[in-house]
T-cell receptor, first 110, second 118 residues
Framework: ETGVTQSPTHLIKTRGQQVTLRCSSQ?????VSWYQQALGQGPQFIFQ???????GRGNFPPRFSGLQFPNYSSELNVNALELDDSALYLC?????????FGQGTRLTVV | AQTVTQSQPEMSVQEAETVTLSCTYD???????LFWYKQPPSRQMILVIR??????QNATENRFSVNFQKAAKSFSLKISDSQLGDTAMYFC???????????????FGQGTTLQVKP
């Protein structure tokens, strides 16, 4: 158990809709990162939040946005969903030396 | 930019035998971390082993050990006495040392699917 919890575990959305995924980080970690993992691929870095500010972003369009709250939990929002957004979304709570992952949210866009 | 390459999409090994998974990476950084993560069908990404680049000694965790060759930018994982529970997808990952700020961005390879056969 990593202490990182993601919700929901599965989600089905229609193309064009908006979705919000949630992550509670491990106690004491002020940094959270989000990754997108397509089927059979390695995770791709979306962005990272450090003390409620975005602190690094991967090659994802602006319709991928996030928030981090004072308790260091986080949300990933995706607007105008596309079929290619179907993937496993992983949240990681970071210490200085490693990342602790949640179990992921499987998003299917139909 | 950093890249991580795993050239073995799939591997299999008999139970109780030893298997080595390969990983190469490219970076201009001098201080960084390398990781092997295991992802079983349950999807949870589990840390197997971590190597700090400034340490010459290869990391070891029970049946798991690495061969870290910094000059060659190679970071292989050896699994000894393979068990059925080792069946999973294995990812090699790179993380830059954050210094005074926490820069926890992980760069992953494409993964190697390992099947342990009884």
């Amino acid at each position: 158990e990593t202490g990182v919890t993601q919700s929901p575990t599965h989600l089905i959305k229609t193309r064009g809709q908006q979705v919000t995924l949630r992550c509670s980080s491990q106690s004491g970690h002020n940094t959270v990162s989000w990754y997108q993992q397509a089927l059979g691929q390695g995770p791709q870095f979306i962005f990272q939040y450090y003390r409620e500010e975005e602190n690094g972003r991967g090659n994802f369009p602006p319709r991928f946005s996030g928030l981090q709250f004072p308790n260091y939990s986080s949300e990933l929002n995706v607007n105008a969903l596309e079929l290619d957004d179907s993937a496993l979304y992983l949240c990681a709570s970071n210490s200085r030396t490693e990342a602790f992952f949640g179990q992921g949210t499987r998003l299917t866009v139909v | 930019a950093q890249t991580v390459t795993q050239s073995q999409p799939e591997m299999s090994v008999q139970e109780a035998e030893t298997v080595t998974l390969s990983c190469t990476y490219d970076t201009s950084e001098n201080n960084y971390y390398l990781f092997w993560y295991k992802q079983p069908p349950s999807r949870q990404m589990i840390l197997v082993i971590r190597q700090e680049a400034y340490k010459q000694q290869n990391a070891t965790e029970n049946r798991f050990s690495v061969n870290f060759q910094k000059a060659a930018k190679s970071f292989s994982l050896k699994i000894s006495d393979s068990q059925l529970g080792d069946t999973a997808m294995y990812f090699c990952a790179f993380m830059k040392h954050g210094g005074s700020s926490n820069t926890g961005k992980l760069i992953f390879g494409q993964g190697t699917t390992l099947q342990v056969k009884p």
